[in-house]
Nanobody, 115 residues
Framework: QVQLVESGGGLVQSGGSLRLSCAAS????????RGWYRQAPGKQRELVARILSSGTPNYADSVKGRFSISRDNGKNTVYLSMNSLKPEDTAVYYC?????????WGQGTQVTVSS
């Protein structure tokens, strides 16, 4: 079993920055994909960014150039640095980990961007 604990959400003005963290514990294998999803009210959950065990990142088009994902394998932690935030980035952000064929999710952290 794997547990994911997120931190770093909050309220920020448009154009501001936030950094989310997600620490993983439990039975974590070396080859995992980590990432962040988000879900805004009335919308489907969408992939924001992911990072492979190799360190290769992928981003949704809507956040390219503004968000950066990184991981510290020694700490089993993944980070999402969010810059130039926009009101449309407002959502609950969920940490995600895939190991083998199993997905794990964090409890979610609210990010609110005011205009």
């Amino acid at each position: 079993q794997v547990q994911l604990v997120e931190s770093g959400g909050g309220l920020v003005q448009s154009g501001g920055s936030l950094r989310l963290s997600c620490a993983a514990s439990g039975n974590i294998f070396s080859f995992t994909t980590r990432g962040w999803y988000r879900q805004a009210p009335g919308k489907q959950r969408e992939l924001v960014a992911r990072i492979l065990s190799s360190g290769t990142p992928n981003y949704a088009d809507s956040v390219k150039g503004r968000f950066s994902i990184s991981r510290d394998n020694g700490k089993n932690t993944v980070y999402l640095s969010m810059n130039s935030l926009k009101p449309e980035d407002t959502a609950v952000y969920y940490c995600w980990l895939r190991t083998g064929m199993t997905d794990y999710w964090g409890q979610g952290t609210q990010v609110t961007v005011s205009s």
